[in-house]
């Protein structure tokens, strides 16, 4: 990933999009240690679709999740969602 490229995302192959990360109380654990994430907000993911499903199936929740990278840590993984809008707000790019 060049530097002025956000990473794709690996279950759509869609350019995920910076997303500002909520900070406060970072040392209760309760915020994120970056200042922002990229997070894929492509709603044909097939992650984000199938999602709705088994949050359903498993937890019995009205919800998904997206696909989501640390820059800072490296770390990947998905953050959950309760509305195809969720999140939008806190783009950056």
């Known amino acids: 990933m060049s530097e002025n ?3 794709l995302c690996p279950h ?7 997303w500002a990360t909520p ?3 970072v ?10 994430l990229y997070v894929c907000f492509n709603d044909a993911c097939p992650l984000y679709v199938r999602g709705w ?7 019995g929740r009205v919800c998904s999740c997206r696909y989501m990278f640390d820059p800072e840590s490296g ?5 959950p969602v ?3 809008y969720a999140l939008r707000g806190d ?3």
């Open 5 to 7: 490229e956000n990473p």
């Open 12 to 18: 759509c192959g869609e350019r995920t999009k910076k």
């Open 23 to 25: 900070r406060f109380n």
């Open 27 to 36: 040392g209760e654990g309760l915020g994120w240690h970056s200042p922002y």
């Open 53 to 59: 499903q088994t949050m359903m199936q498993y937890y």
């Open 75 to 79: 770390n990947s993984g998905t953050i």
């Open 82 to 84: 309760g509305t195809p």
């Open 91 to 93: 783009i950056l790019d």
